[in-house]
């Protein structure tokens, strides 16, 4: 059983503009558009973009102060989780948990050069599991773009909800 509600674009939209922590966190963009990229993947969950964002402060209560969190390339389909501190064998454990119990092995994983990526515990999983362990080039955040436009999303997100509160 539905329901219709003929004016909600319009009441979102006036919603949003009297929204303070909205307007102060809204998302601009102030520099020109790039061109667009092809996609490096064939078909869902073939291969993820994978990021740190952090440290966070304040931590929360539960004292995490990074997000893991992973983006598969072809979907958008987005997964995170928090942590108190980064070591390969949290990453390896949420990959297998989040993404390989429930969507299958993937065919890569894209990330910056972080230790935790890097690492001999991670390259040995990724080896175990025929995935490709792809390190985007150091200091080029756009070489890993999907996963940075999430990690952007979340942090605007956490800042309306601790700003609201």
């Not at 150091?138 to 999430?150: D, M, S, T």
């Amino acid at each position: 059983m539905g329901y219709y509600w003929p004016t909600m674009a319009a009441d979102a939209v006036e919603y949003a503009k009297k929204c303070h922590a909205c307007q102060l966190h809204a998302d601009f963009i102030h520099t020109p558009s790039e061109p667009l990229h092809p996609t490096v993947a064939s078909w869902p969950f073939e291969a993820w973009g994978m990021d740190i964002v952090g440290p966070i402060t304040p931590p929360s209560s539960s004292g995490h102060r990074f997000i893991l969190a992973i983006t598969d390339y072809f979907s958008k389909w987005a997964e995170a989780v928090p942590l108190a501190e980064v070591k390969s064998s949290r990453v390896v454990s949420f990959i297998k948990d989040h993404i390989i119990y429930r969507f299958g092995v993937p065919r890569r994983i894209i990330h910056d050069n972080g230790p935790q990526f890097i690492s001999h515990i991670f390259s040995r999983f990724c080896d175990k599991n025929c995935i490709q362990n792809v390190a985007s080039t150091a200091y080029n955040p756009a070489a890993n773009g999907l996963a940075e436009v999430f990690n952007k999303t979340i942090i605007r997100l956490l800042k309306k909800v601790v700003s609201s509160n």
